[in-house]
């Protein structure tokens, strides 16, 4: 992608990003993939929706500077996954509160409950804290790129990637429009799985259809749990994740049922 053009659209996503509350003061960044060793990157310390298109800062992929501004000093977090999915063009890193949310209460966003997010974006696992801007942040992360389109990262925030940036941002909307569903419908009583067969049949279309390829099928996949699709990828995940902090909840009667079962065994 032209350079001049790439300034202009991060600008763009960084006003959007801003005007949803995805971010607020200078929270996240974003970045463009310019060639196979140059990268276009939002500059440290800059309000995404106050940004010009002058301040963006040009980086190798090691990190190190081209152009005379500093990018973000969260970069590292961008060159892993360009390293890791050669076609992975664009990246936004925010945190929207919602998504956000789900990631301080440590809980991935793996419940099939939309069809069309199984369709086009996948789940969402959680990976472990990190401190931000070291690569305790790269290395929880990654396990979790190559088969992953968006992350949460605990008690931190989101990133969302893409062959172009409008993916990576659809994605990152997609997994926040998710994130703030799954809370509404808890106050509604919980949302309602979808059941397994549906979940076989989704998976079967977004692959048939391109969206997601076979490497989104994975053991992190809380979707998968349940199916006949397993996974080939022999990958080993870390044993607290995706299952750190779930809860699991009970019914009265099935509580009732469990305090009794109890009481007669004491
Ligand atoms: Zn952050």
């Known amino acids: 992608m032209e350079e001049s053009q ?4 991060i ?8 005007e949803r509350s995805y971010v607020v003061s200078s929270d996240g960044n974003v970045s463009i993939r310019l060639s196979e060793d ?23 992929m090691d990190g190190k500077p081209i152009s005379d501004k500093r990018a973000s000093s969260e970069l ?14 664009a990246v936004c890193h925010a945190h929207p509160p919602h998504g956000t949310a789900f990631a301080v209460a440590g809980l991935a966003i793996d419940k099939p409950i939309l069809s069309e997010v199984i369709l086009t974006l ?35 925030g989101a990133v969302a990637y893409g062959e ?4 990576a941002f659809d994605r990152l909307e997609t997994l926040e429009h998710t994130a703030k569903i799954a809370i509404l419908a808890k106050a509604l009583g919980g949302a309602i799985d ?13 692959e048939k259809a391109g969206y997601l390829k076979e490497n989104a099928r994975c053991q992190a996949c809380g979707y998968l749990h349940d199916t006949n699709i397993a996974c080939d990828l022999d990958v080993s995940y870390p044993a607290t994740s995706g299952d750190n902090g779930r809860k699991i909840s009970f019914t009265r009667e099935e509580l009732i049922e469990l305090l009794s079962q109890a009481a007669k065994l004491s």
């Open 6 to 9: 790439a300034r202009k659209l």
């Open 164 to 167: 172009d940036l409008w993916q």
């Open 122 to 156: 996948g789940c969402v696992p959680l990976t472990d804290y990190g401190t931000p801007s070291t690569n305790e942040l790269t290395e929880a992360m990654k396990p979790f790129v190559p088969h992953h389109n968006a992350l949460l990262m605990a008690n931190h």
């Open 76 to 89: 590292a977090m961008h060159l892993l996954i360009y390293k890791m999915r050669p076609e992975i063009k």
């Open 38 to 60: 140059r990268v276009l990157a939002t500059p440290t310390m800059a309000c995404k929706g106050r940004m010009t298109e002058d301040d963006l800062a040009v980086t190798d």
């Open 194 to 206: 979808l059941p397994t067969e549906a979940i076989e049949k989704l998976v079967n279309i977004r």
């Open 11 to 18: 600008c763009e996503i960084g006003k959007l990003m801003y």
